[in-house]
């Protein structure tokens, strides 16, 4: 499942999965509440994976892991999700 970037004038971006790249329409409305703006599709390099070895403790394997995955985990990790 290809990750598409979209991004307008606005300054807006916004990342979606689809389940093939040519599903993926070439632009849509940005989706903020105030804004009327186009976000179009972005082309970026090829996507490059890279191995990582995962050691459980008992059996060690290696892994293809797509940095833009990583990415996405890196910043849902950054987020609080407590509200004081």
């Known amino acids: 499942m290809p990750l598409i970037h979209y991004a307008g004038d606005c300054k807006h971006s916004v990342s979606k999965f689809y ?12 989706p903020a509440d105030d804004c009327y703006h ?10 490059s994976t890279s191995t990582v070895v995962v050691d459980n403790g008992f059996q060690a394997r290696a892994v293809e892991v797509n940095p833009e995955i990583i990415e996405i985990n890196e ?10």
């Not at 389940?19 to 940005?30: G, H, L, N």
């Not at 186009?38 to 996507?47: F, G, I, R, W, Y």
């Open 19 to 30: 389940r093939q790249a040519k599903d993926a329409p070439a632009s849509f409305s940005c």
């Open 38 to 47: 186009d976000l179009k599709k972005q082309l970026k390099a090829p996507s």
């Open 75 to 84: 910043k849902r990790s950054d987020k609080d999700y407590r509200e004081d």
